[in-house]
């Protein structure tokens, strides 16, 4: 709700003022990168992967490093990619230039949320507690 009705942001934890400016500000100095969720064709299962999916995570390996596997199974992987040298456009052409080879039946790329900075900064804050 916020992105829609906010040109300005402001974000507090345990009562301290954390940051402040406008979604796209915040989602490009905070965020981690893109969320790239992509659903494949279960085919042969070799040990625990597809090997559709060790085609896409050597897929990744190649062309996005420094990426972070966030969640695997089976027919479904989710990656954190750096957004340093990185734009949502590159994402998506690399990734629809090779659909049909990674046996890729959808995929979506999106940026931070703010709800993911917000825990970020709250996770922080934590760890500062605890330390």
């Known amino acids: 709700e916020c992105e829609a009705l906010c040109t300005t942001v402001g974000i507090m934890v345990a009562g301290r003022f954390r940051c402040m400016g406008n979604v796209q500000h915040l989602k490009a100095r905070f965020g981690q ?11 042969k299962q070799t040990s625990e992967d597809s090997v559709a999916v060790k085609k ?3 897929f990744f390996s190649v062309n ?7 969640e695997k199974n089976p027919a479904k992987v989710v990656f954190r990619v750096p957004q340093a040298g990185q734009s949502v456009s590159r994402v998506f052409r690399l990734i629809e230039a090779n659909k049909v080879d990674l046996d890729i039946l959808e995929y979506s790329c ?22």
């Open 33 to 43: 990168g893109f969320t790239v969720d992509v659903k494949t064709r279960i085919t």
């Open 56 to 58: 896409l995570l050597n």
């Open 64 to 70: 996005f490093p420094g990426h972070e596997i966030i």
């Open 110 to 131: 999106s940026q931070t949320t703010l709800e993911q900075i917000f825990n970020y900064f709250a996770s922080q804050e934590v760890q500062v507690q605890q330390a």
